[in-house]
């Protein structure tokens, strides 16, 4: 096991990258439907500090954040929109809408490599199924009416998707560089609040999530 190329070795493999399942279960809860996320009320959000500041936690083999892929869902995963509703059946369209928008403020604010499927900016779904490799094009292929009825949080995706590419304060890569600029304020447990503070001698930036239900 210590040559394999897994997250526990990954100081030996510098240009690997890991996908951080830590991200995606604390910030949109596990497959097991046993442990909802940050999105759904969860009061994880020390976890997510580390995960945000490029996957510093405590037993970290990582060597820097370019190592570190951030995502909420995948192919071999249930969608975003799918695992939200299954915890939070009740949700109006609306709310829902807000913990994707959530979400995906959080993924892109997050140092390390960002990664989206498509359709996850506009909500598309397999039906609240898994790991889907073997269904059928009823299940896996893309509805693109779903663009129409989505266009928020489409918008927002372009928006993040710009901030990302367009300032270098978002892609910090070396730990040292990035504990240098980023300075959470807000991360205590059952807060449902984190905040943070990203800045330079060009830039400064002030984020807040907030999962909490109010303002």
Not at 22 to 40: I, W, Y
Not at 135 to 156: A, E, V
Not at 189 to 207: M, P, Q, R, W, Y
Request: aromatic letters at 14%.
């Amino acid at each position: 096991d210590s040559k394999k190329t897994m997250q526990s070795n990954a100081n030996q493999f510098s240009n690997i990258g890991f996908f951080n399942d830590n991200f995606r279960d604390s910030v949109g809860g596990n497959k097991d439907f046993t442990s909802p996320g940050f999105l759904s009320g969860k009061n994880n959000e020390e976890m997510i500090v580390n995960s945000m500041k490029g996957g510093q936690f405590g037993n970290s083999k990582y060597t820097r954040a370019s190592q570190v892929v951030q995502y909420l869902e995948c192919h071999d995963d249930y969608t975003l929109t799918d695992k939200l509703w299954k915890y939070n059946p009740s949700d109006s369209p609306d709310i829902h809408g807000k913990r994707i928008s959530l979400g995906l403020g959080m993924l892109f604010a997050s140092q390390g490599i960002t990664f989206i499927q498509i359709g996850q900016e506009f909500w598309r779904n397999k039906q609240g199924l898994d790991n889907t490799f073997e269904s059928p094009d009823s299940i896996n292929d893309i509805n693109w009416d779903y663009l129409g009825y989505h266009p928020d949080t489409i918008d927002l995706t372009k928006q993040l998707i710009n901030l990302k590419k367009s300032n270098g304060l978002f892609r910090l890569d070396m730990y040292n560089y990035i504990n240098e600029h980023l300075t959470f304020q807000n991360y205590k447990n059952g807060t449902g609040v984190i905040s943070f503070t990203l800045k330079d001698d060009t830039a400064k930036f002030i984020l807040f999530f907030n999962s909490s239900g109010s303002q």
